[in-house]
């Protein structure tokens, strides 16, 4: 409890200052910056409409789907361009070039191959969120230790028992942070296609909305609820990572 | 046992090719210690990956048991500088790795692992993770592992090379009682010359620039051998005979 103390001390008199500030407009005009009691006023009324638990339904299960597709694409492609070589000596400049590509640019594309619905917006969100998973599932497997191949080879082992028995655990501390990064990517994309199709429904689009009718207050609360979510989403992967990756192996070496 | 002809191993390196190894021959009994002593360099961590089959020859053969020897096999047991042990596992299903890789009957080298950990003093901690133990424990681990499996040949690389000279000595002791125990054939390399000469019946001398073998030095100190035998003049002379191979080939 007392490490939660000096932030929330600092939180408390940032908004004392920031309620007794914004009114004077000494900073910023008020219109743009609501003081913290009207975010709150309107933190009530936005949190007792019903469409808000649609749009937030809505976004949360973008941002699932498309984190499990790009998850288990990244995965099988990751280990298919690990294991298969000539696969990599292929494919790997194309791989590259897409992953150099801001996928942003590629959102009217996916509005126009897959409509305004949710698809385009999990196609984004996947695609945002693959390259992580999938670069550090290549390169985990690839990076063994050689003394650890030597032994196996030593015994004997086949091909199988190598990828089973070596290549996938002493790769699971990459791939875990690659998935660790690919959430927080597929809620990035989830919500930069909401804002950028700016129809149908969402928080991206909520957001859009309100900041087009100057509804600040109604933004920040929006704000407010990704930052939560997003936060929620952070330590439940670092927790689920502790688990997976229980021996404690520095999970950020190398890869993304 | 095994047999090494005309055996030489080439490297290419950017500035050439690198002689590691230069007519080697060799013939080792079953049932004995054997060390390979030399300086950095002289090509005997080599030569035993070769035995071993990790590494191809250039030229020569090498034979065990009259068959050609060129891969990795169930009879030869290799034990590196480094523990390797996987962070992932605990001890004990580290020491039965070598059990589901050759797909033995776990139940029953359970049992097995349990009693050599026991052995070689890591008794208590079948449980933990290598990060939990000292490098001399790991190497107890790591000992544990080859010889669960029971392989007739054990290959021994600098096993105790990156540990403090009395974790060393109280390793190199228990493997000669695991060796009076079980009379395994064990090919063992080091750098040390007394370590060598305190363990080996037989020590082959290696000298660098080719790696070549100089002289196969009979020890002749009787055993079983304790730490005394350190303080008597046989072991001196003879650790004094390996140093003047060495230092006259230079």
Not at chain 1, 17 to 40: C, D, E, S
Not at chain 2, 37 to 55: A, D, F
Not at chain 2, 133 to 153: C, E, K
């Amino acid at each position: 409890m007392g490490d939660f103390l000096p932030p929330l001390l600092f939180l408390a008199g940032g908004l004392i200052a920031w309620q007794l500030i914004a009114p004077t407009g000494w900073l910023v005009n008020p219109l743009l910056l609501p003081t913290p009691g009207a975010i709150a006023k309107a933190g009530w009324e936005l949190l007792g409409a019903a469409y808000l638990g649609e749009n937030f339904v809505r976004t949360v299960y973008v941002i699932a789907v498309g984190f499990v597709i790009a998850v288990l694409a990244g995965l099988v492609l990751g280990t298919l361009m690990a294991v298969v070589p000539l696969l990599r000596l292929v494919m790997y400049p194309y791989i590259i070039a897409f992953q150099a590509l801001p996928k942003i640019v590629l959102v009217p594309l996916f509005i126009v191959l897959f409509g305004f619905g949710a698809a385009a917006k999990i196609v984004t969100a996947a695609a945002i969120a693959f390259f992580p998973v999938f670069m550090n599932t290549m390169v985990g497997l690839s990076l063994v230790d050689a003394d650890q191949r030597r032994l196996m080879e030593s015994l004997t082992a086949s091909r199988w028992q190598v990828f089973t028995k070596l290549q996938v655990p002493s790769a699971l501390p990459l791939i875990f942070a690659g998935v660790k990064v690919s959430a927080t990517y597929a809620m990035t994309g989830a919500l930069a296609a909401e804002l950028i199709a700016g129809t149908d429904i969402g928080l991206g689009r909520l957001i859009s909305t309100f900041s087009f009718a100057l509804q600040m207050d109604f933004v920040f609360i929006i704000v407010i609820v990704i930052a939560v979510m997003a936060y929620l989403l952070f330590t439940g992967m670092e927790r689920l990572g502790e688990k997976v990756v229980f021996w404690g192996e520095d999970q950020e070496r190398g890869g993304l | 046992m095994i047999s090494i002809r005309g055996l030489s191993k080439l490297f290419p390196t950017q500035d050439g090719t690198l002689v590691a190894l230069r007519d080697v021959n060799l013939d080792i009994q079953e049932g004995g210690f054997l060390s390979f002593v030399g300086p950095s360099g002289c090509g005997k961590s080599t030569l035993l990956n070769i035995i071993g089959g990790l590494l191809q020859r250039t030229e020569g053969e090498v034979r065990l048991r009259g068959e050609v020897q060129d891969r990795p096999r169930r009879e030869l047991g290799m034990m590196f500088q480094a523990p390797v042990l996987f962070p992932w596992r605990t001890i004990v299903e580290n020491v039965l790795l070598p059990v589901e890789v050759l797909g033995l009957d776990r139940a029953e080298y359970q049992r097995k692992a349990m009693e050599i950990l026991n052995l070689v003093g890591l008794k208590g901690f079948e449980r933990a993770y290598p990060r939990q133990l000292s490098g001399g424990m790991q190497q107890r681990a790591a000992l544990s592992r080859v010889l669960v499996y029971d392989p007739d040949v054990l290959l021994l690389d600098e096993p105790f090379g990156s540990l403090d000279e009395f974790t060393r000595e109280a390793l190199n002791l228990e493997l000669m009682n695991i060796w009076s125990a079980t009379r395994k054939t064990i090919l063992f390399v080091t750098h040390n010359i007394g370590e060598a000469v305190f363990l080996s019946d037989r020590i082959v001398v290696m000298t660098p620039r080719p790696g070549r073998i100089v002289k196969v030095v009979d020890v002749n100190l009787p055993r079983p051998r304790t730490r005394d035998i350190m303080h008597t003049p046989a072991y001196a002379d003879r650790v004094f005979e390996v140093r003047e191979l060495l230092g006259v080939a230079h």
